[in-house]
């Protein structure tokens, strides 16, 4: 199990938010939600990322490997999403077609929801 880190700092409403919450930035201007998001740097290719703050009904989330490379196509897949998090899998796609765990890409997410 594993919480990200977030290095930001978010403006809403005339008030900023930073990473006191560990990666959660209550929205007032939206009534009753959250944005959380992070940097996962698991060096695993499935795993499992637990929000700071668990949700009411289940979010919405998205994410997006981190890589340099112009020539290899990487991806990250979301499941079991949950109000307190979600289940990960990093892939690569190789040359010919052959599809292999990607072990140490990192990837953003974010997720958006109620609480």
């Known amino acids: 199990m594993s919480t990200s880190n977030i290095i930001a700092d978010v403006i809403f409403s005339n008030s900023v938010y930073t990473n006191s919450l560990n990666g959660a930035f209550p929205v007032s201007s939206l009534s009753g939600s959250l944005?959380?998001?992070?940097?996962?740097?698991?060096?695993t290719s499935?795993?499992?990322v637990t929000f700071p703050i668990p949700y009411l009904s289940i979010p919405i989330v998205v994410a997006t490997i981190n890589s340099n490379s112009t020539t290899q196509l990487f991806q990250v897949q979301l499941s079991s999403i949950t109000t307190t998090g979600?289940?990960?899998?990093?892939?690569?796609?190789?040359t010919g077609g052959t599809i292999v765990s990607a072990n140490t890409e990192t990837f953003n997410w974010i997720a958006i929801g109620s609480v």
């Open 46 to 48: 499935v795993g499992l």
């Open 86 to 94: 979600f289940n990960f899998t990093k892939l690569l796609l190789e």
């Open 35 to 43: 944005i959380q998001s992070g940097v996962e740097t698991q060096n």
